[in-house]
């Protein structure tokens, strides 16, 4: 998980990380974990890809764009990738599009997700192609079905900014305690703008002023059992 201070107006580039239990990288900024401590691998399958109906959505076909707030050391793109080529992808593109303040190194990257052989072939393949600065907007097509685009910079200029239409959001901010900014009122309602009609999103968080905006915003919002004993999480619909 990561996020991003809105309210700041000359952020450091980089976030300062500790590093816990070997390889699981840690904000010194936001005093958060990057994901689950159980398994963040299986804590995506659960929350992001279950709760946006993926990967049957994608049986049929056609280009998938998703949203991300949040790239942090990539691991949900990594199983997205994953998961979509094991599905064949039946002659579709994705297009994963994430939003990220505090861009990570390649090597903090591969470091972070050296942890899950499931990945490892997508690990590498992301740390090859990840820039040595990133900045702006990083732009990597894997091939000619997976497409990789970073936004570096504020999550809410650069969702404004976004010509995409989304069909599934992955909202994977740093804690709505420690970060409200990524999950402000602002925020939940350009995520709504820009998802296409029937478009869904899901999220860990279960905060009740995340599912108040989520609801002003105009999703259709419901609760679902949250994973490794969380008890709740949320995912909604754009009707």
Not at 51 to 68: D, H, K, Q, V
Not at 120 to 146: G, Y
Request: charged share 25%; with cysteine.
């Amino acid at each position: 998980m990561t996020g991003s201070d809105l309210r700041e107006s000359h952020p450091p580039s980089r976030q300062s990380l500790e590093w816990h239990d070997g390889d699981m990288p840690y904000s010194k900024e936001f005093g958060d974990h990057f994901y689950c401590r159980t398994d963040g691998r299986l804590e995506c399958g659960h929350v992001f890809l279950a709760g946006n109906g993926l990967p049957e959505r994608w049986r049929a076909g056609g280009t998938f764009t998703i949203g991300e707030l949040g790239f942090g050391t990539g691991l949900n793109f990594c199983e997205t990738w994953r998961q979509w080529n094991g599905i064949g992808s039946n002659g579709g593109h994705l297009h994963f599009v994430s939003f990220e303040r505090f861009p990570m190194e390649a090597a903090e990257i591969d470091r972070a997700l050296s942890h899950w052989p499931e990945i490892e072939c997508e690990r590498r393949a992301l740390v090859a192609n990840w820039p040595e600065t990133p900045n702006e907007r990083v732009e990597i097509d894997f091939s000619d079905k997976v497409r990789l685009t970073v936004v570096c910079g504020p999550a809410l200029e650069g969702v404004a900014a976004s010509p995409e239409r989304f069909h599934a959001w992955y909202l994977d901010g740093f804690a709505p305690s420690r970060n409200p900014d990524m999950w402000s009122p602002e925020l939940m309602q350009l995520v709504f703008d820009k998802t296409a009609a029937g478009g869904t999103f899901a999220t860990y968080a279960a905060a009740g002023f995340v599912r108040r905006n989520l609801v002003r915003a105009g999703f259709l919002v419901e609760r679902r059992p949250g994973f490794a004993g969380k008890r709740e999480m949320l995912r909604g619909d754009k009707a």
